[in-house]
């Protein structure tokens, strides 16, 4: 019987990209891109998100880091809002009413600034009027007058009552506890000592006399008190009237400048009552500070005008269109605003002008843009945004009060919030937040998926070429030549792993267009053709593959047991990938497979010292099932076996081996060897359909290095899946080497395909009876579970 298999051409073994179908020579002479290319979906969804201003639409662009979420983001916000209004400025002012919470003004764009500039000027002017006023000849007349009215009254009042003493007996004198009436006899005064020497009726005169004049004295005193009064209110009416004079006209003036703004002229009104209520402290602002005050006071003293100063916290004088805000660095207090602190000597203060603005702030009218991973290290910063949108607006605190760690402080009035945001971030983390977070779906409801490949029509290879023309004129690149556009062309489909489709993995296509300038610069080259696009590749590959020599280095010493010549019963070469990151590689593994008689079923030993992960479980457990349906129709399967990936010191995951292991047991079973000069990737299902698995061009130039290093005899190949055909973009390497017959990549539909090609013989069918054609593998390993059945039932007999 002649056994066929499908041996791939070269031609299927990648899509070479032909320069000589692009219509220029270089990409100097293209177009440079506007736009992004392959992200349709994304794009549109972003498009619609940022036209749609509905409370709770907000983005999450989704998407593999390098695919241009970030800089197309920026790009098309940047454009939007370059045609939209400029918002508001915002300031915070002290509110004379509750001095704990500032007032937040609003002003239109560039006024802030205007208002802290006149409040500042209105200041340090009235600290110098506010003075002159009060040391004018015209105050001084007026209050002059005031105290000499007040000096005549008082001196009047007291002279008719020293006269109406003297009358009834009584000379009066002043001392520091006020004004002492004293008895006289024959005009001269009476001490203690004489007044007790009088006759006692005497003494009953004084004292009735006495009482007499303290009661005049009393009434005296207090018209003496009324005058004093009467005196005072006079001056402070006077210096009300100087200070009004002095307040009143500047603030006049600014009420005028800001009368379209209530708010404003409000804040305004405040601000004179609070001046004129303390203007003694404006009469005393050019004094010296007393050299007499200890030190420790000293610090403690403030500006009594701070007050009147204007915390513009947002400044959209300079902007254009609404304000774009990339927050590289999300913590709370740079998203939310905070607080600030003074200490001195122990004492903690605030107040409204320690308030400093967040990146909300500065967005707020206009889109802010935020990398998730970067805020989900912010717990604290996500609670915060998320509070933020859902309440409209931004209440600055300190995190440490809200946390209840501290308390007192300030409580500025919250600002009114009307912003985009636009988080950038990953699929896996946009669905644990849709599932797990219940707020997320209901303000984020637009999802920009940005896809890691597209199409490799011509029109998309096209943009790719005018992609290459733009990132060489913005970064002053040399420019490619249509073969090395098409050699890059070629380095996108395999990153892409898809022979028709090309990688949107921006980020990784650049580092090649960089690498590959720097090298034709280094040979003082004026234009880059595929030469240093691959040497670009090959080098940058070269940089991070270490690990992959050593361990090749390792197979070709014998250390890791690898055969490539003979044919061996139960052994077969699978192939696997080993991924670092900046680098991912193929290496074969020995698997063996091992049976015996018995009950035990198929025993996976990666699994029994755990080492295997759950896929790589399941697919084991899928061989007992196609065994099972082939085999044990007619009697039951009596079987133990195990299976190993030999000399694997760390885990394994992934069902890409599976087929491969059951070829290691079917070959176990029958006792036919198999060829260990071809390598097996795919997985299976209970049918012995072969699946398809990732990493396949990975997988072929691993063994083929293998291969390589001990000779090429002619007869090695790969087998893989038929559905990874369209993954092929093989290295030139490969290609020269299938073009030469020295290498070989089959493409396998079933298991019977595949142990018929590695063991040249025939799988085999069975009849109606459910027996195998005679020589067949299949055959071979009916008679064998026959065999371990009879076995069985031999033991189970002899026990009862």
């Not at 036209?51 to 998407?63: C, D, E, L, Q, T």
């Not at 454009?79 to 002003?107: H, M, R, S």
């Not at 003494?203 to 005072?232: N, P, Y």
């Not at 003293?301 to 927050?327: C, M, S």
Request: hydrophobic fraction near 35%; include cysteine.
């Amino acid at each position: 019987m002649i056994l066929s298999y499908k041996e791939l051409t070269v031609k299927e073994l990648s899509n070479l990209c032909d320069p000589s179908t692009f219509g220029f020579d270089t990409t100097k002479e293209l177009e440079p891109l506007d736009g992004i290319i392959g992200q349709g979906r994304a794009a549109s969804a972003m498009e619609f998100g940022l036209a749609i201003k509905r409370v709770g639409y907000n983005i999450y662009v989704a998407g593999m880091t390098g695919t241009g979420r970030s800089s197309y983001s920026k790009s098309i916000i940047n454009k939007i809002a370059q045609g939209e209004k400029t918002p508001e400025d915002w300031c915070y002012v002290y509110n004379f009413a509750t001095p704990d919470n500032p007032v937040a003004l609003n002003l239109p764009t560039g006024m802030g600034n205007k208002l802290q500039r006149d409040m500042k000027r209105l200041i340090k002017s009235l600290k110098i009027k506010v003075p002159q006023a009060f040391e004018g000849e015209e105050y001084e007349k007026q209050k002059n007058n005031i105290v000499k009215s007040y000096q005549e009254e008082r001196s009047c009042l007291l002279e008719g009552f020293s006269s109406y003493a003297k009358q009834n007996g009584f000379a009066i004198k002043k001392t520091e506890q006020g004004i002492l009436t004293i008895p006289l006899k024959d005009d001269k005064p009476i001490d203690e000592a004489g007044f007790l020497e009088l006759k006692p009726e005497e003494r009953k005169g004084i004292e009735e006399s006495s009482f007499v004049v303290q009661t005049k004295l009393m009434d005296v005193m207090k018209q003496v008190k009324e005058v004093e009064k009467t005196a005072s209110d006079k001056l402070e009416d006077l210096e009300a009237r100087i200070a009004l004079a002095t307040v009143e006209q500047p603030i006049i003036e600014l009420k005028e400048r800001y009368s379209h703004h209530k708010n404003v002229v409000d804040y305004l009104e405040c601000v004179q009552k609070d001046i004129i209520l303390n203007i003694e402290s404006f009469r005393e602002s050019n004094k010296e500070v007393d050299e007499s005050i200890p030190f420790p006071e000293k610090i403690m003293l403030k500006d009594f005008t701070n007050k009147y100063q204007v915390n513009l916290i947002v400044d959209h004088r300079d902007t254009v269109g609404a304000p774009v805000i990339f927050e590289s660095n999300p913590k709370y207090h740079n998203l939310i605003g905070k607080i600030e602190y003074e200490s001195n000597l122990g004492v903690v203060t605030t107040d409204f002008s320690k308030i400093k603005a967040g990146s909300l702030h500065a967005a707020n009218g206009g889109y802010i843009i935020i990398n998730m991973a970067d805020l989900m290290h912010n717990p604290e910063s996500w609670e915060g945004i998320k509070r933020a949108i859902k309440t409209n607006s931004i209440t600055i605190e300190n995190i440490h009060s809200a946390a209840g760690i501290v308390s007192g402080g300030i409580k500025p009035q919250p600002i009114p919030l009307n912003i985009k945001v636009v988080l950038i971030g990953n699929g896996q983390l946009y669905h644990m937040l849709y599932n797990y977070d219940e707020d997320f779906r209901k303000l984020f409801k637009i999802k920009a998926d940005f896809d890691m490949d597209m199409s490799s029509a011509e029109d998309n290879i096209i943009k790719y070429a005018q992609f290459i023309s733009s990132y060489c004129e913005k970064k002053s690149l040399l420019h490619f030549d249509n073969t090395g556009v098409a050699a890059v062309v070629e380095y996108s489909r395999r990153l892409a792993d898809h022979k028709h489709k090309l990688s949107t993995r921006f980020n990784d296509i650049v580092e090649i267009l960089i690498e590959a300038d720097a090298w034709a610069r280094i040979d003082a080259e004026e234009i880059i053709s595929s030469y240093y696009v691959k040497k670009a590749i090959k080098e940058k590959y070269y940089r991070s593959n270490r690990i992959e020599e050593k361990l090749q280095e390792l197979i070709d010493t014998g250390v890791i047991l690898i055969s490539t010549g003979e044919r061996v019963v139960g052994q077969v070469n699978g192939l696997s990938v080993m991924d670092f990151g900046d680098i991912s590689f193929g290496k074969p593994s020995r698997i063996t497979a091992v049976t015996y008689a018995g009950e035990k079923g198929i025993v996976n030993i990666e699994r029994e010292v755990e080492m295997s992960g759950s896929i790589h479980d399941k697919g084991v457990l899928i061989l007992s099932g196609y065994l099972g349906e082939k085999f044990a129709q007619e009697f039951p399967m009596s079987l133990s076996a195990s299976v190993c990936f030999e000399q694997l010191y760390d885990g394994v995951e992934g069902d890409s081996a599976s087929s491969t292991e059951l070829y290691a047991l079917l070959s176990s079973l029958s006792e036919v060897p198999i060829k260990q000069f071809i390598a097996v990737t795919g997985s299976v299902n209970q049918r012995g359909e072969i699946q398809p698995i990732g990493g396949v061009n990975q997988k072929i130039e691993g063994f083929f290095q293998t291969c390589k290093a001990r000779g090429l005899v002619g007869n090695e190949g790969v087998m893989i899946p038929h559905q990874n055909v369209v993954n092929l973009m093989l290295s030139d390497e490969v290609l020269k080497a299938v073009e030469d017959g020295t290498f070989h990549i089959y493409a396998i539909k079933d298991i019977v395909e595949g142990i018929e090609l590695l063991t040249d013989i025939p799988a085999g069918h069975s009849d109606e009876n459910g027996e195998y054609t005679e020589g067949t593998i299949y055959q071979k390993v009916q008679k064998k579970l026959e065999k371990y059945a009879r076995i069985m039932e031999e033991i189970e007999s002899e026990v009862e």
